[in-house]
T-cell receptor, first 113, second 111 residues
Framework: GDSVTQMEGPVTLSEEAFLTINCTYT??????LFWYVQYPGEGLQLLLK?????DKGSNKGFEATYRKETTSFHLEKGSVQVSDSAVYFC????????????FGQGTRLTINP | DVKVTQSSRYLVKRTGEKVFLECVQD?????MFWYRQDPGLGLRLIYF???????EKGDIPEGYSVSREKKERFSLILESASTNQTSMYLC??????????FGQGTRLTVV
């Protein structure tokens, strides 16, 4: 079945450090890929998305590129801030299965000043 | 702003109790979903609904049921709560994945 694997957390960085959170997926067909963010005490919010190979999603300084050859969708940010501390989820939507999302296990990110 | 409201932020229930978790959305969305969130396991789909009185099992429906009597309200029911159902429960509403809206979550503890 479809699945998403994220790097183990938690991840702790200093402010202005470079961030990478790895995400790889297994799916039949051509899924759409997403990153969601969950700030403390809140529900999930869509951070960025990509719907086909080589698409780059970007938002709030975060970027991720849909790499079909490596089945990956790694999240990156050049200079993190304390306010980026949150849990990040990679997810896919398979072509089949209306509106169903498959989530990775989540990566908790803490940024220290 | 779209609102997805879950009735409780924190709940503590006893083993064997019947538990109701309520979710209400105010945007006339047809699709609603219930997930549970556990450390290291991410979000797992319990049940979803595409319309009033319509429901489909997700990946982990055992021990749960749902009710969708009105379009705006989707209830998750734990028929007989057990300690392994201690978790964070998240409701999702939306017409497409790019319009997905999540509630703030209900942290349920079963003792």
């Amino acid at each position: 079945g479809d699945s998403v694997t994220q790097m183990e957390g938690p991840v702790t960085l200093s402010e202005e450090a470079f961030l990478t959170i790895n995400c790889t997926y297994t799916a039949t067909g051509y899924p759409s890929l997403f990153w969601y963010v969950q700030y403390p005490g809140e529900g999930l919010q869509l951070l960025l998305k990509a719907t086909k190979a080589d698409d780059k999603g970007s938002n709030k300084g975060f970027e991720a590129t849909y790499r079909k050859e490596t089945t990956s969708f790694h999240l990156e940010k050049g200079s993190v801030q304390v306010s980026d501390s949150a849990v990040y989820f990679c997810a896919l939507r398979a072509i089949q299965g209306a509106q169903k999302l498959v989530f990775g296990q989540g990566t908790r990110l803490t940024i220290n000043p | 702003d779209v609102k997805v409201t879950q009735s409780s932020r924190y709940l503590v229930k006893r083993t064997g109790e019947k538990v109701f978790l309520e979710c209400v959305q105010d945007m006339d969305h047809e699709n609603m979903f219930w997930y549970r969130q556990d450390p290291g396991l991410g979000l797992r789909l319990i049940y979803f609904s595409y319309d009033v009185k319509m429901k489909e099992k997700g990946d982990i429906p055992e021990g749960y049921s749902v009710s969708r009597e009105k379009k705006e309200r989707f209830s998750l029911i734990l028929e007989s709560a057990s300690t392994n159902q201690t978790s964070m429960y998240l409701c999702r509403s939306g017409g497409s994945v790019t319009e997905a809206f999540f509630g703030q979550g209900t942290r349920l503890t079963v003792v």
